[in-house]
Structure formats: C-alpha cells, structure tokens
C-alpha cells in the first residue's frame, strides 16, 4: 500500500499545511522560520493553538473554508530541524490519510526571490533547499505545493546559511512581515479556490 493511500481508522484530513523552520528561541524571526511564522498565523486566524505531540512537530487542526464547504486542515511546523523536515511531514501524511502530494502545502524561505516577494508553486525542483530537499527524498515525490516566501540572496559576506540564520535588519523584517501574511493568505486561495487560481493571482508581476 502506497504513502498516500487513505485506508485506515478514522476519517482523513483534506489538507496538510507545513510551515518549514527550526525549533527553539535561537531561530525565531529568522529568515529560515518564515515558513514557521505563516503556519502560527494561520492558526491564530482560526483561534487555534500549535500543539506538540505525535510526529515530531507541532499541529492545529482547523476548518478552512473550501469550494464544497469546510476543509479539514491539518496546520504543522516540524521541530526536527530543517535538514529532517521529511521524516515528520512522512509521518503526517500517514497519520492523517493525505491522499495525493497536491494535498500538502509547504510554505518555505526562498533566496532566489527578493525579500518580501512571494509566489505560488506547484512541483517543481529544491531549489538547493534542505528542508524540500528532505521532504522529497521521505515522501518520494516533488508534486506537492509550495508558497515561496524571498528572503533575497545573501550578500558577498555572507553564505546561505549564515544568511537565513542571521539577525534580520528592521527594513527587511518589515517587508517579511507583510510576505508572511500574504503566504497565510496564499494557502487559504489554495484551498478555497485551488492551486492554479492562486498561482494566477500570486505570481502575477506587481
């Protein structure tokens, strides 16, 4: 039987949200917890609280609204660390019954696009990023969603990882701030409207 079967006990989820970072209080507000960030305020909009327990991350279990009424969502942020996203969106996809990769949206730190600038992705490739890049090997398929937040290319004094994991200037966290409640936003179209209308309005030039 298949990962994204849905035979088993209790009713599935619809949806699976994953917001990507690190855990603990080093790593809030970083360029690399964006993902994070969106995930906690999309629950917050639905009064809903991220919780610990089973599959090595913290998860709300919400209503979004949908085409046919409310979808069931499971809303997460893994605290595997990045590198090991995958093993804990694994073990979300078989607790909660996902049924195709489509089903599951990943809102991730991007530095191929500018600070604040977002886009809507559905497949595709890693892009050199860690936590994709461990999704895909776990769950053996590039054709989930993605919401790309850009946190801007780093500068000639700085590598990748320094770069995301650094004290983020007040210029830049403003315009992330305003990309993460565009990425909330973003997720809800797509699964209201589904990925191609929020691929139509998302990426269009500004």
Same mark, same amino acid.
């Given at each position: 039987?298949?990962?994204?079967?849905?035979?088993?006990?209790?009713?599935?989820?619809?949806?699976?949200?994953?917001?990507?970072?690190?855990?603990?209080?080093?790593?809030?507000?970083?360029?690399?917890?964006?993902?994070?960030?969106?995930?906690?305020?999309?629950?917050?909009?639905?009064?809903?609280?991220?919780?610990?327990? !089973?599959?090595?991350?913290?998860?709300?279990?919400?209503?979004?609204?949908?085409?046919?009424?409310?979808?069931?969502?499971?809303?997460?942020?893994?605290?595997?660390?990045?590198?090991?996203?995958?093993?804990?969106?694994?073990?979300?996809? !078989?607790?909660? !019954?996902?049924?195709?990769?489509?089903?599951?949206?990943?809102?991730?730190?991007?530095?191929?696009?500018?600070?604040?600038?977002?886009?809507?992705?559905?497949?595709?490739?890693?892009?050199?990023?860690?936590?994709?890049?461990?999704?895909?090997?776990?769950?053996?398929?590039? &054709?989930?969603?993605?919401?790309?937040?850009?946190?801007?290319?780093? &500068?000639?004094?700085?590598?990748?990882?320094?770069?995301?994991?650094?004290?983020?200037?007040? !210029?830049?966290?403003?315009?992330?701030?305003?990309?993460?409640?565009?990425?909330?936003?973003?997720?809800?179209?797509?699964?209201?409207?589904?990925?191609?209308?929020?691929?139509?309005?998302?990426?269009?030039?500004?």
């Amino acid at each position: 039987m298949g990962l994204f079967a849905r035979a088993g006990k209790g009713a599935p989820l619809d949806w699976l949200v994953v917001g990507l970072g690190n855990p603990g209080p080093k790593y809030a507000g970083t360029r690399h917890n964006v993902g994070e960030d969106a995930i906690r305020l999309l629950a917050q909009r639905r009064g809903a609280t991220l919780k610990g327990g !089973r599959d090595e991350a913290l998860i709300a279990e919400v209503r979004l609204p949908g085409a046919d009424g409310d979808e069931r969502v499971a809303l997460a942020f893994p605290i595997t660390y990045m590198n090991d996203s995958g093993r804990s969106v694994q073990a979300m996809v !078989r607790r909660y !019954r996902i049924e195709a990769p489509e089903r599951i949206v990943v809102v991730h730190d991007e530095l191929d696009l500018p600070p604040g600038e977002l886009k809507v992705k559905s497949g595709g490739g890693l892009a050199g990023h860690n936590g994709l890049r461990s999704i895909t090997q776990h769950l053996r398929t590039q &054709d989930y969603l993605r919401v790309r937040i850009g946190v801007g290319k780093p &500068d000639s004094a700085h590598v990748g990882k320094v770069h995301v994991l650094a004290k983020v200037p007040r !210029r830049v966290r403003e315009q992330l701030d305003v990309a993460i409640v565009d990425a909330a936003d973003a997720v809800e179209e797509i699964v209201a409207s589904g990925v191609d209308a929020a691929m139509q309005r998302r990426n269009a030039k500004r």
